[in-house]
């Protein structure tokens, strides 16, 4: 089975460099699938999980943004902030959840409503992302 190299940086650290079979990234124009010999390519991301797949395994990273480039036998993601699912503290999530949606709610005009809606789709991304873990397809 082809493959290539997985690398997720973040501007703190490289969180992940690994071979993989295949993985799957939600673009800004939608979800993208990237098998070797992929044609080249740069786009932003969303924030929103990455399926690795290796083998039979499936690993889920938590990507908060950025871009994506998809090079000959290379991919490399630069991401705002990454998480494995294990690394994710599901409590501190949670509060980031909540306190989220308390600001959105909030009819403070000193709120910013776009920053809201960011740290909401960060924290929900977290949380998706350890729900799933890693599991065997």
Known sequence: ???YLLEIVTPERLVYSEQVNSIS???????LGILPGHLP???????????????GQTEVIAVNG????????KVVVLA?????????????????????????????????QHRAEVALQRALNRL?????RTSKK
């Open 128 to 132: 998706n992302v350890t729900g799933i």
């Open 66 to 73: 950025g871009f994506i480039e998809v090079r000959k036998d």
């Open 80 to 112: 705002e902030s990454a998480e494995r699912s294990e690394d994710i503290d599901v409590e501190r999530a949670r509060a980031a959840r909540e306190r989220a949606e308390l600001r959105l709610q909030s009819k403070q005009e000193q709120i910013d």
């Open 25 to 31: 990234v939600r673009g800004s124009e939608g979800d």
């Open 41 to 55: 390519l740069v786009t932003p991301l969303k924030i929103a999980p990455i399926y690795i797949k290796i083998g």
């Open 1 to 3: 089975m082809s493959t």
